[in-house]
């Protein structure tokens, strides 16, 4: 399984030339070591990022790939490789385009914590926490109901699911792919904030910034390739749910 690449995607626009050589450099460094020992199967960890400002709602695995910062780029590039990779060399492939990976381990475990935190759904929450002074949206003029960016947030348990049948399906003798994972269901960032002030019962003060450059308005996925040929599909479906899994391994982060 192949999930080391970087993954920032305000910062990739910044410095293309660090996210073009760890992820692109990397991933070639990898798929030659897999030839090299014989390996012929892999699992990527790719992003809706490479189909950039969608044309159809919700997104299929058809749209058209335009991807619009060197992070949606270097995930697209690195599809092209395996699919290479995979006529000359043989090997198997499921690609694997993640929407908005989000949540926590239910059991409070295991969760998300990034120096520095660039997610969403964490940053609500270390407002809501008193961890940060305010949150900031960016871009409050986009064309959705409230007018703030919207995305498909899939649950990290949901993920982690995906992988295991793929890797199943792989070696079962399952063709190469590239597959959708989301929900289906679209979430704006002022109903992120509602929806941790609802399950913390704490304010998040907000701060209303402009649009950072190569968001889109709107991702939500098509994931239904991914249950025909995984027999994949989310078990957290609603925004609370996943939510409420980060908040509660947040909480126990600061408050034991």
């Not at 780029?73 to 090997?91: C, N, P, Q, T, W």
Request: glycine share 10%; proline share 5%; hydrophobic share 40%.
């Amino acid at each position: 399984m192949h999930l080391a690449d970087l993954c920032d995607v305000g910062e990739s626009v910044t410095d293309p030339a660090r996210y073009y050589h760890n992820n692109l450099v990397g991933s070639l460094n990898l798929l030659k070591g897999m030839l090299e020992q014989g390996i012929r199967s892999i699992v990527f960890s790719s992003s809706c990022a490479i189909y950039g400002v969608p044309g159809t709602l919700p997104i299929p695995e058809t749209q058209a790939k335009v991807p619009i910062t060197p992070y949606g780029v270097s995930k697209l590039v690195v599809e092209h490789m395996l699919r290479d990779f995979s006529v000359a060399y043989g090997i198997g492939y499921v690609c694997l385009r993640y929407f908005n990976a989000a949540g926590a381990d239910p059991d409070g475990e295991i969760g998300e914590s990034h120096q520095p935190e660039t997610h969403v759904i964490p940053l609500a929450i270390e407002a809501a926490l008193g961890e940060r002074s305010e949150f900031e949206i960016f871009g409050t003029d986009y064309p959705t109901p409230d007018g703030t960016a919207v995305r498909d947030f899939v649950h990290v348990s949901d993920l982690a699911a995906a992988h295991v049948s793929a890797l199943r399906y792989l070696s079962g003798g399952g063709r190469s792919a590239a597959l959708n994972l989301g929900t289906g269901r679209g979430h704006s960032v002022k109903q992120i904030v509602a929806a941790v002030e609802r399950l913390s019962g704490r304010a998040v003060l907000v701060k209303e910034g402009s649009r950072r450059t190569g968001d889109a308005s709107t991702l939500v996925a098509d994931a239904a390739q991914a249950f025909r040929v995984l027999g994949w599909t989310p078990n957290y479906t609603t925004l609370d749910d996943i939510v409420a899994t980060a908040w509660n391994w947040h909480r126990k982060q600061l408050l034991g």
